[in-house]
Each structure stands twice: as structure tokens, then as C-alpha cells.
């Protein structure tokens, strides 16, 4: 099974900060990553796919990057409601598997 | 609007059989895949399986000598059943949409394994 390892595991940050989070992949998932963002007692909401793409609705302050086993979340001008947990996915190779997760508390 | 809403026993008996329903609207599932994914309290998600658009599946090996996965296209369902349940399966059960990586999750359903 590939194996996701994210970091940090939580990060503190100021509102209008820029912060990243990153997911190491155990071998080359070819950009077939994805990031969440989980709210307390909420499912997960899709943020980026294939590394880099936006999805729908998302705003434009969340980009994706990377290639390989190498990938990053970054969100600028942080906001209030960006306080969540978030995932990152891979869908290259069954089983799929997720990191571990990113708690994003703001300050 | 695209929607899946899970459905099933809040509360399971250890060694018992766990039979979950995910109903969809606003897509065939001809045309997308369907994926069922776990989420333990506290802790990060784990993909147990595909029902792929044609038809066939795809299987979390760590899961797959106790997990079926089927469909009924003319309900718009598919179906989880996974046996000989413990308490580390306790968790929230997610039925989610995609071609690849999802893109739109239901609602979850709690799940709890104990006597």
C-alpha cells in the first residue's frame, strides 16, 4: 500500500497569514492527489484534485502543487472559516489511502 | 443537486453483520463511480471500496475477505455489507461520488460496534 505521511499534524496561525501543509508520498502517485477540508461534524469537502486543480466553488486563496511523491496545500490570506482539519488523498493505486491530517487552528 | 444520504443500524453487535444503504440522486450510477469510506472518531478516513460505473469493484485489501459491496441502478442504491464486525470498526461510514478522487460525500452514518 502506498503510504501518505502529512505534515505538521496541527499548525496555529494568524488570521491573513499564508501557511502550507504537505503529504509525502512512498512512491510516485503521478499527481493523483487530492486535498480536504474536514469541519467538526461535517464529511470532508473536496478542495483540489490531480494536484493542482481547483474545484468548483472553492475559493481562490487554496492552490495545490507537486509531482511525484511530493505534494503541498498552501492557503493565502487565511480566514476564519479555513479553521478545519485537512487531508490529503491519493487515488493512483488501490487501496486509496489518505494522510493522516493537518488541524489548522487560527489564532 | 447531487446527493447521497447513507442509511443503516446506529448499532451493531460485535462478530455480526454490518448492512449499510447509500441512496443517490442526481447522477447515474452508470456514469459515476461510488465509494464507501470509514472514518474512526478522532482520526483520519480509510477508503474500504469502489462500485465502479460499469459494474465492477474494487476492494481495500485490509477489508476485503469481510466486505461485499453491490447495486440496485433501479433504486439508485448501493450497498455495504461487511461481517464479523469488532469494536475498531466503530466509526462514522461515509458513502462518497467520483471518477477519481471524490467529489461528493454524504451526510455519514454513525456506526458503533458493541454488546
Known amino acids: 500500500d502506498i503510504q501518505m505521511t502529512q505534515s505538521p499534524a496541527s499548525l496555529s496561525a494568524s488570521l491573513g497569514e499564508t501557511v502550507s501543509i504537505e503529504c509525502l508520498a512512498s512512491?510516485?502517485?503521478?499527481?493523483?492527489l487530492a486535498w480536504y477540508q474536514q469541519k467538526p461534524g461535517k464529511s470532508p469537502q473536496l478542495l483540489i484534485y490531480?494536484?493542482?486543480s481547483l474545484q468548483d466553488g472553492v475559493p481562490s486563496r487554496f492552490s495545490g502543487s507537486g509531482s511525484g511523491t511530493q505534494y503541498s496545500l498552501k492557503i493565502n490570506s487565511l480566514e476564519s472559516e479555513d479553521a478545519a482539519t485537512y487531508f490529503c488523498?491519493?487515488?493512483?493505486?488501490?487501496?486509496?489511502?489518505f494522510g493522516g491530517g493537518t488541524k489548522l487552528e487560527l489564532k | 443537486q447531487v446527493q447521497l444520504k447513507e442509511s443503516g443500524p446506529g448499532l451493531v453487535q460485535p462478530s455480526e453483520t454490518l448492512s449499510l444503504t447509500c441512496t443517490v440522486s442526481g447522477f447515474s450510477l452508470t456514469s459515476y463511480s461510488v465509494s464507501w469510506v470509514r472514518q474512526p472518531s478522532g482520526k483520519g478516513p480509510e477508503w474500504m471500496g469502489r462500485m465502479w460505473y460499469d459494474g465492477d469493484t474494487a476492494y481495500n485489501s485490509a477489508l476485503k475477505s469481510r466486505l461485499s459491496i453491490s447495486r440496485d441502478t433501479s433504486k439508485n442504491q448501493v450497498f455495504l455489507k461487511m461481517n464479523s464486525l469488532q469494536t475498531d470498526d466503530t466509526g462514522t461510514y461515509y458513502c462518497?461520488?467520483?471518477?477519481?478522487?471524490?467529489?461528493?460525500w454524504g451526510q455519514g452514518v454513525m456506526v458503533t460496534v458493541s454488546s
Open positions: 490531480y494536484a493542482s
Open positions: 488523498l491519493q487515488d493512483s493505486e488501490y487501496p486509496w489511502t
Open positions: 462518497t461520488r467520483g471518477l477519481g478522487a471524490p467529489d461528493c
Open positions: 512512491e510516485d502517485i503521478y499527481n493523483n
